[in-house]
């Protein structure tokens, strides 16, 4: 069965730090790009991060860029979120996802299958 | 910035009858669009790619249509397990995505 498991989330101070981890199974991981998507309560779904397969290349939502920092570890199967600085408008539910379908004339990945169950993070004093 | 909107924000439907989401592009995505189901508490479902593709074991009351700016999701005949949150996200500024705000499907 293919699935994602996230972690790490958890109450931080505004300003504080929390790395998120994504473990994959039933798939060759190494193949595939990964992503970052986050809800906010009450909210509707916002991209956060891309990794590609071999971390060569990585891209961000604007509003994330010099805090969060994806990376991965193939040989472990899992995908990371490195959070920093962190404001009260970071907290959300934090998925991992798996752009799955590839569009051999654009070159495109679309499609998020499958997603993990989601990991909360709260930024709060 | 690609910016899609969903209309309307909720949509009230009895079931057994038909529902049709709309999805718009602020520039053309071409076909790069996705439709995903989410319920309470869970993770978005994918449902729809390429516009129109259908993603592994989706039931086949469940289309999509348009290309460019203009996209549709419908669902024929609707069931109990439809009523959810749906959204559009676009791809074709891939490496980035975005997604419209959602459409709350409710029971009529």
């Known amino acids: 069965e293919v699935q994602l498991v996230e972690s790490g989330g958890g109450l931080v101070q505004p300003g504080g730090s929390l790395r998120l981890s994504c473990a994959a199974s039933?798939?060759?991981?190494?193949?595939?790009?990964m992503s970052w998507v986050r809800q906010a309560p009450g909210k509707g779904l916002e991209w956060v991060a891309n990794i590609k397969q071999d971390g060569s290349e990585k891209y961000y939502v604007d509003s994330v860029k010099g805090r969060f920092t994806i990376s991965r570890d193939n040989a472990k199967n899992s995908l990371y979120l490195q959070m920093n600085s962190l404001r009260a408008e970071d907290t959300a539910v934090y998925y991992c996802a798996r752009p799955t379908y590839y569009d051999i004339l654009t070159g495109y990945y679309g499609g998020f299958d499958p997603w993990g169950q989601g990991t909360l993070v709260t930024v709060s004093s | 910035e690609i910016v899609m909107t969903q209309s309307p924000a909720t949509l009230s439907v009895s079931p057994g009858e038909r529902a049709t989401l709309s999805c718009r592009a602020s520039q053309s995505v071409s076909s790069n669009l996705a439709w995903y189901q989410q319920k309470p508490g869970q993770a978005p479902r994918l449902l729809i790619y390429g516009a129109s593709t259908r993603a592994t074991g989706i039931p086949a009351r469940f289309s999509g249509s348009g290309s460019g700016t203009e996209f549709t999701l419908t669902i024929s005949s609707l069931q109990s397990e439809d009523f959810a949150v749906y959204y559009c996200q676009q791809y074709n500024n891939w490496p980035a995505y975005t997604f419209g705000q959602g459409t709350k499907l409710e029971i009529k």
């Open positions: 039933g798939f060759t991981f190494s193949s595939y790009w």
